[in-house]
């Protein structure tokens, strides 16, 4: 009975902190300030270099490509299956950022168990016009030796366009990017965009590295939780998309109320266990003494 009584002293003692704890911590941002730079603070040459987000924002599908066998496509074509889209943005011939935006998003795809063409679909998109689909084909044959998965090369798809076709689809996900005659290279930021199957604007990556949990939480929401396990709307349910870093960041309430919820249903059938050992010593005891 008296180890019966500390249980019912604990249960009672977390029913009385869960809520304490998750009303007092407020996770890493305080006040809600950001840290980065104001939209007019921008380096001399890069005023019109940048990401504005367009959150839920329709793509449009009528936009004229060329896949990488040449082929003339509609971006709509890779739309309405069903499955979430990532775009990926940038120019075959980058000397830099743009291989080593594909390299880290073909890195952090290896690591997920997701099935690429049949859960997800990428589309990656040259912005410089003059770029051809012989510079794709190259592109792409180094990705998937780099990806390394079979079939793979049924949902990646490489594409080039005409100045109009990139400038309406650069425009409707808010990529900035411009030509600097100095250099004669295009300056512009490093971003994955994940689209919805219906083409709107779900979600935006930064960076040159994808942190595979922050790929797979934005997949899941953006396919309506049409892909994905149990463990994973757990996690969404305790990790919230930061528009500001382009990130999932855990959300400590929700965490303390499913730890809290968790120890609370471990304590209760203990109790229930002790409980039941209780009586059934008495209920012996009754039939030794009768």
Not at 132 to 161: C, N, S, V
Not at 216 to 228: C, F, K, Y
């Amino acid at each position: 009975m008296l180890s019966k009584s500390i249980i019912l002293a604990i249960l009672l003692s977390a029913l009385s902190s869960v809520p304490l704890l998750g009303q007092g911590m407020r996770g890493p941002m305080m006040n809600g300030e950001s840290m980065g730079m104001s939209a007019g603070q921008k380096l001399p040459g890069l005023q019109f270099v940048g990401i504005e987000q367009h959150l839920n924002a329709e793509v449009p599908a009528d936009l004229a490509f060329r896949d990488e066998l040449g082929n003339p496509v509609k971006l709509g074509d890779y739309f309405g299956k069903g499955r979430p889209v990532i775009l990926n943005l940038g120019y075959y011939q980058c000397p830099m950022l743009c291989g080593e935006v594909l390299q880290g998003l073909t890195g952090s795809l290896k690591v997920l168990t997701f099935e690429l063409g049949k859960d997800f679909d990428v589309v990656t998109v040259s912005f410089d016009p003059h770029e051809t689909p012989d510079m794709a084909a190259t592109k792409k044959r180094d990705i998937m030796r780099r990806y390394g998965r079979k079939g793979a090369e049924q949902g990646w798809h490489f594409l080039t366009g005409p100045a109009e076709s990139i400038n309406a689809l650069t425009k409707a996900v808010g990529f900035q990017f411009q030509w600097d005659e100095k250099t004669s290279q295009y300056a512009h930021a490093t971003t994955i965009v994940v689209l919805t199957p219906d083409r709107r604007v779900a979600r935006y990556f930064y960076g040159v590295e994808f942190p595979p949990k922050d790929l797979r939480l934005g997949r899941v929401q953006a396919s309506q939780n049409q892909i994905g396990r149990f463990t994973d709307q757990i996690l969404l349910y305790c990790y919230h998309y930061d528009p500001r870093t382009g990130k999932y960041g855990a959300i400590i309430s929700r965490i303390l109320s499913i730890a809290g919820a968790a120890t609370i249903l471990l304590l209760g059938t203990l109790v229930f266990i002790l409980h039941r050992a209780d009586a059934s010593a008495a209920h012996k005891a009754l039939r030794r003494a009768t």
